[in-house]
């Protein structure tokens, strides 16, 4: 009984974080607005799974190569947004 409640729990539990963790979608980027902060578009988004710098501008990425999208800064502010196969 112990262990059937103790499963259960847990797999509760990992569907909740799988849901409210999965910011990812195309209503979260049409969220996502030029001239947003860093910290706007991670309130928003998340973490990033990535970011690189390079003269200046700073591109980040969320979610994978097949689905995600990407934001480019530049002097913190948001300059570029593009997706990737969002539902």
């Not at 049409?30 to 973490?47: I, P, T």
Request: net charge positive; aromatic share 6%.
């Amino acid at each position: 009984m112990k262990t059937r409640l103790l499963s259960l729990l847990s797999l509760s539990a990992a569907l909740l974080l799988t849901a409210c963790g999965s910011k990812i979608s195309l209503d979260t980027y049409n969220q996502l607005k030029v001239g947003q902060s860093f910290d706007e578009v991670k309130q928003l988004a998340g973490e990033p799974a990535k970011c690189d710098e390079t003269l200046g501008v700073r591109s980040c990425s969320w979610g994978t190569a097949e689905r995600g999208f990407d934001v480019n800064f530049v002097a913190g502010k948001v300059v570029l947004l593009s997706a990737r196969n969002l539902k």
